[in-house]
């Protein structure tokens, strides 16, 4: 598996190379060659050897993973990490008010507690219909919510999860969409209702 920050193999045996350990490495006839802390791994990887490299090589960041472009508006809800509306206003995103009315293309949602995925049915309303919610939580084990539970949530307001992404060393985040059957119908040009 490739991590945002780790290459995880299992198997017969177990192997986890952190990429800051990484020498150096090389894609070659669909091998991945990794030399690490003075240890040679190859992966038989074919058409992927090359992919995983060149995301080994240059990672992407927070907000290219979280898909945060210039121009996009978005709302942080919740006590989230210190530094992350300045690190989306440096990207070009609209950073709104947490009760603003506009309809926003991302909202980020950082809690602490289960019964804080009740506010979803709420989120949801303040959304475009292509846009999502990342609900930030507590990494780990003995971590008061679980993906499961967002997960769980998420249905339960007509939401499916997307995408999961290391948000920090601490956090990680979910991406909660509207189901493309359940969005709007857009009209088509010279359509009349």
Same mark, same amino acid.
Do not use: C
């Given at each position: 598996?490739?991590?945002?920050? &780790? ?5 017969? +045996?177990?192997?986890?190379? !952190? ?6 490495? &090389? ?15 190859v +992966?038989?990887?074919? *058409?992927? $050897? #090359? ?6 090589l240059?990672?992407k960041?927070?907000?290219? @993973? ?7 508006? =978005? ?6 990490? $210190?530094?992350? *509306?300045?690190?989306? /206003?440096?990207?070009?995103?609209? #950073? ?6 506009? !309809? ?11 019964? *804080?995925?009740?506010?979803? &049915? ?20 003995? $971590?008061?919510? @679980?993906?499961?539970? #967002?997960?769980?949530?998420?249905? $339960? ?5 997307? @995408?999961? =992404? /290391? ?27």
């Amino acid at each position: 598996m490739l991590e945002t920050a &780790e290459i995880i193999f299992r198997g017969e +045996f177990r192997l986890v190379i !952190p990429f800051s350990s990484i020498d150096a490495i &090389e894609a070659t006839n669909g091998d991945l060659l990794v030399r690490a802390n003075g240890e040679e791994s190859v +992966f038989a990887l074919g *058409a992927r $050897a #090359v992919k995983w490299r060149d995301a080994i090589l240059n990672p992407k960041s927070r907000l290219d @993973k979280l898909g945060v472009k210039p121009g996009m508006t =978005v709302a942080l809800v919740g006590r989230g990490e $210190a530094g992350f *509306a300045d690190e989306l /206003s440096r990207r070009g995103a609209v #950073v709104e008010d947490e009760d603003a009315d506009e !309809p926003l293309d991302l909202l980020f949602y950082a809690i602490d507690d289960i019964a *804080a995925l009740d506010r979803l &049915e709420d989120l949801r309303g303040r959304i475009r219909p292509d846009g999502a919610i990342w609900v930030v939580t507590a990494k780990g084990k003995g $971590a008061p919510v @679980k993906d499961t539970d #967002v997960i769980a949530a998420a249905k $339960a307001q007509g939401l499916v999860d997307t @995408k999961v =992404v /290391s948000f920090s060393d601490r956090h990680t985040g979910q991406k909660l969409v509207i189901p493309l059957a359940s969005r709007p119908k857009a009209k088509a040009p010279g359509v009349t209702a």
